[in-house]
């Protein structure tokens, strides 16, 4: 896009790395954020995302006059309802001229003029103030505008088969914070075990999608959530049980421990680990299960703690194929898919793979920025380049966004990446396969440890 001159208060059109074009207003920033360096940028607000993000003047161009040709490339509901906002507005804001038009007070017409603009020019959302919201759900959300939307019976009833192979299949979610409003939650009692970085947004999705939770380890953050005293109590209580505990010990302990998992379980209750751990540890805590007359599921989620709050995480699921199914509402509620991969150990294994080659990605990108700081180039533009060419993605860009403001806090805690290379390095040596780029990344990782 060509850069266009603009002002406050103009409806454009605002493009985002790769992502399509999407309608928004320039609006006044809040005060205490800090504005991009370099080029000229606009503050803009998305209609129908509740998303706000600094654009560069190039990636903008005016609403009205590209209005026709951004509507034939870019279809999808959430498109759609973006563009009825924005002319919904439009037409307001006529009758509001037509009204001030015929004041007799030229004074008063302008200062409600003045007024309805300022509503509009900024106002927190239900998710908070804008240091809390972050700004790269919405490119998420640009990456499925192609995909049609669909009903959850739909997706219950029509399984894709995505490799045979393999025996996985997969549940196309499309948007699910688009879908929720059409989410048939289950009747079934849902209990949580483990409300951390990730746990917290997990939980939450499945409050607003109507499910019964009651949850162990977690008061703050877990609002209209029943509070179990333990997770044998949970357990026994709820007819489906999920836990997300940070490692393989920590996983285990919640099972094998005192007033644990197994003191609960009995005939016909489920249990559902959404930890990230190794196969064996899976398998052995599968096998304790289901010989108390459990039902168990691994389902290890792909993503980090924005995708969880915006219930966009990726499920791969391995285990009982029945309780998959009966999970369908829960998985809907806090994923954007879920995959399905056969018997308990399949999905953990997948699970390193993918986080071993995140973690080997994240280390190449930083080890980009220090050698282009350190010979005299532009670390933005560098970024730029990354971000414009074949190696694009949602991932890169939302690193570059932070990077490039100076924002540190985790999305994904160190010692976990390091803790999930150190595990897939291990299931390449169990079946003799080098992993020598995971191995150099993990060193990466154990020296930043070290370094706290």
């Known amino acids: 896009m060509a850069p266009v001159s603009l002002q406050l208060g103009d409806l454009v059109w605002g493009r985002l790395g790769p992502y399509p074009p999407w309608p928004g207003k320039i609006i006044p920033p809040p005060e205490e954020l800090e504005k991009p360096r370099g080029k000229k940028w606009y503050f803009v607000k998305f209609f129908g995302v509740e998303d706000h993000a600094w654009i560069e003047s190039g990636q903008l161009k005016p609403y009205l006059a590209y209005k026709e040709e951004m ?3 870019t279809k999808g509901k959430r498109f759609q309802r973006a563009v009825e906002a924005v002319e919904e507005l439009l037409g307001t804001d006529k009758k509001k001229d037509q009204t001030l038009c015929h004041s007799s007070d030229p004074e008063s017409a302008t200062m409600n003029g003045m007024t309805a603009m300022a509503a509009f020019e900024w106002q927190p959302t239900a998710s908070g103030p804008l240091k809390d919201i972050d700004p790269h759900f919405h490119h998420f959300l640009l990456s499925q505008t192609g995909k049609p939307a669909i009903s959850s019976q739909t997706i219950i009833k029509k399984l894709k088969v995505c490799g045979e192979d393999t025996g996985s299949t997969s549940t196309q979610a499309a948007d699910s914070t688009a879908m929720n409003g059409s989410i048939a939650p ?37 609002e209209g959530a029943r509070l179990g005293r333990t997770p044998a109590e949970v357990v026994s209580t709820c007819d489906i049980t999920f836990a997300c505990m940070p490692d393989p010990k920590t996983a285990q302990d919640v099972v094998l421990g005192p007033r644990g998992v197994l003191q609960g379980i ?13 196969a064996d540890t899976v398998t052995e805590l599968a096998q304790l299960i289901v010989s108390r007359g459990g039902r168990f599921l691994e389902a290890p989620v792909s993503g980090n703690q924005q995708q969880a709050n915006d219930g966009m995480l990726v499920i791969l699921a391995a285990g009982d194929r029945d309780l998959y199914e009966d999970c369908s509402s829960c998985f809907q509620a806090i994923g954007k898919t879920s995959f399905f991969l056969g018997e308990v150990g399949n999905a953990a294994k997948m699970m390193l793979i993918v986080n071993m080659v995140q973690g080997s990605f994240m280390a ?44 540190v806090e985790p999305d994904f805690y160190l010692k976990y990446i390091q803790k999930d290379l150190r595990l897939a390095i291990a299931l390449g040596s169990a079946v003799n396969h080098p992993t020598p780029m995971a191995a150099a990344a993990n060193e990466v990782y154990k020296r930043a440890k070290a370094l706290d």
Request: proline share 1%; with cysteine; aromatic share 8%.
């Open 186 to 222: 289950t009747h079934k009692k849902i209990g949580f075990l483990g409300v951390g970085l990730m746990g917290s947004g997990i939980i939450s999705n499945l409050l607003k999608t109507g499910h019964v939770v009651t949850v162990w380890n977690g008061t703050a953050v877990t």
């Open 71 to 73: 509507i034939k490339k």
């Open 364 to 407: 190449t990108i930083a080890e980009g920025l220090s050698l282009a700081q350190e010979t005299g180039q532009s670390q933005q533009t560098f970024l730029d380049i990354l971000n414009q060419g074949p190696l694009a993605s949602i991932f890169l860009y939302q690193k570059y966004q932070n990077i490039l403001q100076g924002n």
């Open 266 to 278: 009995r005939s016909g209750k489920c249990y559902v680990d959404l930890s990230t751990t190794d």
